[in-house]
Every structure is written in C-alpha cells, then in structure tokens.
C-alpha cells in the first residue's frame, strides 16, 4: 500500500498500546509499569510470547520438560486426587459480580501483611525439590521473585541451602517454612531458625500436615521419593549440629563389619537390576544420611498445640504462620495460643484424599467472628492456578495467596525466567480482572463481589 495513504497522525498501534519509555504519570491514562502492562507489551511485540499465557498450558509442558517420575512428584496428589479437584472444582462455585463506570484506571494491588507492605497478594509457597523440575533449582525461584517483586517461602525439603538462597534473594522477601523435627531435636530446629534469622528470613511459616508423607500412589508405583537419595536435604546436609547428630549416631552403631556388609548387601539387591545396584552403591553415604534426615523431619510423630511455645521462645517476636489450617475450630486455636497467622491449606491435595476443599475452609474461617475480633492473619493455598482465583480468595477473606504448582510449572518450562513468566501471567490477570470488577484496590474486595453458582455454595 502506497505510504501515502496513511494519515501523519494515525499508527498501527497507538502510543496507548505500545509501552513508553519515559512514561508521565497522568490520573486519565493507565499505569505503563502496572502489571496488567505485559498485555500491551506482548501485542506490541508482534509475536507470540516465549511460553504461553493459558495456565491449563503450563503443566501438559513442564511434563514434557523433565522425567515423568519427576513430574508426577509434584503433578500428582493424595489418594485417588479427590481434593486436589475440589481444591480447583471449588473456584467454579463463585462468581465474581463486576461493576460498570468506576474509575479503575489506577489500581493497587499491595497488602499490608505482619506490618510489612508488599507489591501484591501473591507469595511463593514453600515447595521441596526444585532440582527435580530444573538444575537451578531455588536459585532460580529467588531470583525470579527478587526480580518481580513476589516473597519466596523457602521449604525445609529445599536442594539449595538457608544461605544460598538468602545469597540469590538479594534484597528480595523471603520467608522461611519449617517442617517442624519431632521433639527429640529440638536442638535442629533452633538452628535451623537461627540460621533462617541470621540470613534475613522474616516470617516463620510451620507446617502442620506433613508429619507423615501422605498416600501418593502415583509416587508408590514408581517408589520415587527423591529425598532417599539426598534431594530435597540441603538444609539438613548443611546444618552443624544435625550433622553432629548424625556423626553421633553413627557413632554408637557397635555392629561388627559382617553384619554391616550384610546391610550394604540388601541395599544393593533392592532395586532387582544392576542399574539400580550402581545407583546404591554411588551413593550408599548419602542415603544413610538422607534416611536420617527423613526420620528428624517426617518421622510419624506429631506434634501437639502446646509444643507451639517452643517455636515461639526460638524464634522472639517475628511473625508465625501455621500452615495447613483447614477448619475454624484449629484457627481459634491458632489465636489462643498467640500465633500471627495461619494459610488455610490442605497441601495442594497431596496429604489426605477425600478432605474439605481449601476455599470451602477459607470461606468458613474468615466468616467466624473469633477469628475476625482477633486480628489473625488469613492466608490462603490450595487450587489456585489464575489471577481469578487470587481475586475470588480474597473475596472470601484472604489477605495473600500463595502460589504453588504453576511456578513449578514455570521451573521446569524455563528455570528463573519461566518462574517469572508465570508470576508475571498471574499478577497481569490480578490487575487486568481488577479493573474489569470496576475495583481500585484488592483492599476493596468482599464477599459482596461473589455469586454463588451452586445451592451448595454458601457466603
């Protein structure tokens, strides 16, 4: 087409589309910084982003990323997968309700969480074993969150140490999650929180539903627990005084060498192939360790309510959140005995078939009047895969949401920069949807702004 059939003035893509580069505020136009600012940038480009933006997309390729066995572990949950569906089924239930004719040009997504404001909702969940999902492991999730701005939740079961991470988190949010030692090393766990302390980790987020690994069966059929050869035991590998405890142990082991060799013997002859044979005897050393490790941190044994007071003496005043509160009974709990917090979570469905969805959960603890005279902290995990979802949690009561499988989808899509594409996808939707409820803020979000679709479903 002849060039002189285009007007001076017009463009393919206006200056509203295309991102600025010295972008002047201005209350009539949108935020080119705003999250919801990598929808232009992406038309702008003129091509198709480097991962998609369909989260439904984002397993079927992190499964084609790395070693089925691998992405069962984190794919797959308890039992026959009941509640990891009604973790998901239980968003459809709600409707958001948007309004026409308000001004959401500006929006703000930030919280305000343990004193502390932060860009957005979304956190990190604390998730073990990264290494399986892609070789940069943690490493590259704190950089994509020190990048976008997004707390990780360093796990316990983590490939990287306390340190590394902290070292990679720059100036990033971090927190810290404890799969709590039974009680006979409580010595382990003050280090542990120590060392979190020391390297900045400002929030304590304690497990409470992982004492015993739960009934995988996808796990069970291919008897792939990574941690028996020493992934996912970083922290504990790296700690001084369980290593003194192990030294220790193997200390008082007064078995002769026939009978030690016997054991060496039945290792080797348990995988029933000579590959699996080479892989034990590589790493005979490591598995002794790893078993121990495994038996400090999900041993079976579980804790009480009262052993609470032991966390609180080791950690002083900083911020304790009980992670896999499911029911309001437990949340009232939580506020006797002085806990800042709780993440209403079932484990993303991976610990017990058959139980309440998570948003169900959410939506009975935050409409009980204990726990909204008390001024706990509702967190909220479990079944969220978009920023709708985000939106719909925080309807419900939730002052942050954390964010699981997708990133983990995104690790092994892309490592760091996968991690932050799908970060960026979910806080896009967040403002994006925003704006479509005619809301200028996640403060502003109530029950008031959901439908329920079903009978069943209740506000």
Known sequence: MPSDSFDSSSK??????????????????????????????????????????????????????VPAPNFGYVHDSAGTGSTCLANVDAFNQYRLKPRMLVDATHRDLSVTLFGQTYASPLLVAPVGVQEIMHTDAEIAT???????????????????????????????????????????YEDVTASLLGRAKREGY???????????????????????LPFLWGQGCAVGFSDPVFQRRVEEEL??????????????RDLLLRPGTPWGALKVLRNLRVMQRSQMWLSVMNSGTYRKWEDLRVLRELWGDGPIVLK???????????????????????HGGRQLNGAIASLDALRDVCADETVKRSGL??????GVRTGVDVLKAMCLGAKGVLIGRPYMYGLAMG??????????????????SLGQMGKRSVKDLSRGDLEMRKQQAKL
């Open 415 to 432: 490592g760091q920069s996968g991690v932050e594409h799908v970060l960026n996808c979910l806080l896009a939707e967040v403002d994006n």
């Open 142 to 184: 704190a950089e994509a969150c020190r990048n976008v701005k997004v707390p990780m939740i360093l796990s316990t079961a983590a490939t990287r140490t306390i340190e590394e991470v902290a070292s990679a988190s720059g100036d990033g949010d971090r927190w810290y999650q404890l799969y709590w030692p039974r009680s006979e």
């Open 377 to 382: 902290t509702v967190l909220f995990d479990s």
């Open 12 to 65: 393919l893509l206006s200056d509203s589309t295309l991102p600025a580069s010295n972008p002047r505020p201005s209350p009539l136009t949108p935020e080119v910084t705003a999250p919801t600012s990598l929808q232009r940038t992406i038309y702008s480009s003129l091509r198709p982003p480097p991962f998609p933006t369909n989260s439904a997309l984002w397993p079927k390729l992190a499964r084609q990323a």
């Open 202 to 224: 400002k929030v304590l987020v304690v497990t409470l539903d992982t004492f015993t690994i739960g009934w995988r069966p996808v796990d069970l059929d291919t008897s792939y």
């Open 251 to 264: 200390g008082r082991d007064e078995r002769g060498v026939g009978e030690k060799l016997r054991e060496v």
């Open 324 to 346: 896999g509160i499911q029911t309001v009974e437990d949340a009232q709990r939580a506020v006797e005995f002085g806990m800042d917090g709780i993440i209403v979570s079932n």
